[in-house]
Every structure is written in C-alpha cells, then in structure tokens.
C-alpha cells in the first residue's frame, strides 16, 4: 500500500466534469484508490473509481486529501492521480 497527500490546485475542486475525469484515471489501474479528506465534523474516505463517491466527497479547491493506492499496480496508480491532480485535472 502506498499513499501521498495533495492539495487540490483548480478552484472548482472535484465537480462532475474533474471528477469524472479523476475516476477515468483510476479505473485504468487494477489496484484499489481510495481518497481520505479530513474534515472537521468526520473524516471522509470515497472510492476513487465510484463518481458519485468523489462528488459524495465534496472536495473544494484548496482541500488537501491523501490518495491511498493498494495492488499491483499501485506505484504506478498513485503517480498517475497524483500527476492528473497536479495538471489541474483538466481545467
């Protein structure tokens, strides 16, 4: 299992379109990616490759949320969402 922490860059955050996109990407991958944002009220963990577990999230720009990738392919997974989070998941 391996994990890293990330600040969302757009100012829109996860809405349908980045989160659609975000969820095209790790479903490329074999491994399970898991999001954790921690929150004041609880701490959210949604799955990576559900859209409407990332739009459940309700992550915003300037949210820092940790990617949790576990499987075969997860070095590989975790580079990859990090690097489309990094791009501005295509905004």
Do not use: Y
């Not at 809405?15 to 898991?34: D, V, W, Y």
């Not at 959210?44 to 859209?51: D, E, L, P």
Request: aromatic content about 2%; overall charge negative.
């Amino acid at each position: 299992m391996v994990s890293k922490n990330i600040v969302i860059k757009n100012p829109t955050g996860l809405h349908l379109r980045p989160a659609g996109l975000f969820c095209k990407t790790a479903m490329q991958f074999s491994s399970r990616i898991l999001i954790e944002k921690k929150s004041k009220a609880e701490d959210i963990t949604a799955n990576a490759k559900s859209v409407l577990s990332v739009l459940g999230a309700c992550i915003k720009g300037g949210d820092e949320i940790k990617i949790i990738c576990d499987g075969e392919d997860e070095e590989k997974a975790l580079e990859e969402m990090v690097n489309i989070i990094e791009e501005g998941l295509g905004e």
